[in-house]
């Protein structure tokens, strides 16, 4: 027993020394391959920002971890756009035997949730949000030069002002009866 719980600790130690390596040398890209270590590399960075600021070890240090973190996070959105989304119970009570009583079955789609992953609905959303921001924005955002949130507002605002030339721009034709 005692020498299963200290290969444990080994394990996770020489985790986290690979994550600390990967946070040093700034690559998520080729550290995290699935979306559970990419939250974890993002976790641990995150850790490793709030100790680096515990210790007064300078804002360089403090936003290389947060820069790192918003890569990992980034990397998190653009797996989690790729992966087969569960359906839940959606659809079930459709056919026959649906205007019967309670279905107990368990949904049929065995695709991963967001549970299984690890992770809040806020953090998917946020991961994704920033997967689908432009680069340039991105790196804005992850230097520390512009909050994420300031960032959100400036891409819906433009959002908004686009479909709103866009519907000026191309107006809808009249029905002939209406000419």
């Known amino acids: 027993m005692i020498r299963h719980k200290r290969k444990r600790r080994g394990l996770a130690r ?3 020394l690979a994550i600390a390596r990967a946070i040093k040398s ?3 890209e080729t550290a995290a391959d699935t979306i559970q270590k990419a939250k974890e590399h993002r976790d641990m960075a995150i850790i490793a920002g709030e100790w680096a600021k515990r210790k007064g ?3 360089e240090a403090i936003q290389h971890c947060r820069s790192y973190a918003f890569e990992a996070e980034r990397k998190i959105g653009e797996m989690l756009a790729q992966t087969e989304r569960a359906k839940g119970s959606m659809g079930q009570l459709k056919g026959k035997d649906s205007s019967g ?3 107990m079955l368990p949904p049929e789609n065995n695709a991963p949730t967001l549970a299984d992953f690890g992770l809040t609905k806020r953090e998917s959303a946020e991961a994704q949000k920033l997967a689908a921001m432009p680069q340039d924005v991105f790196e804005s955002v992850r230097d520390g030069e512009v909050t994420f949130s300031a960032a959100m ?4 605002a433009a959002e908004i002002a686009a479909a709103s030339l866009g519907r000026l721009s191309n107006p809808v034709p009249l029905h002939a009866s209406f000419r």
Do not use: A, H, T, Y
């Open 14 to 16: 020489d985790n986290q």
């Open 26 to 28: 700034g690559s998520v």
């Open 57 to 59: 070890m300078g804002e």
């Open 101 to 103: 009583g309670i279905s």
């Open 153 to 156: 507002k400036e891409l819906r």
